[in-house]
């Protein structure tokens, strides 16, 4: 489904990057890990896209995921 996805998001946006089955996934764990609407306020938003995609992988608990992502801007 995410494969076939990604072939109509690049057939319909042929100039646009990012639709890739890898990337599609990635932004679908986002959402999980940060499913609150106001996630552009949260410190998570500010971190680069590497950072967004790793944390969900390695971080399960949301609260440790959040601190993680407010030490890593206090210290980047």
């Given amino acids: 489904m995410v494969e076939q996805l990604a072939r109509d998001l690049k057939v319909a946006f042929p100039d646009m990057r990012g639709f890739s089955p890898r990337n599609l996934k990635h932004m679908r764990a986002l959402a999980q890990a940060w499913p609150d609407p106001q996630f552009v306020q949260q410190p998570a938003a500010q971190l680069p896209w590497r950072h967004l995609c790793t944390?969900?992988?390695?971080?399960?608990?949301?609260?440790?995921?959040?601190?993680y992502a407010t030490k890593t801007l206090e210290h980047g």
């Fill in 55 to 67: 944390l969900p992988d390695k971080v399960k608990d949301p609260v440790q995921r959040d601190w």
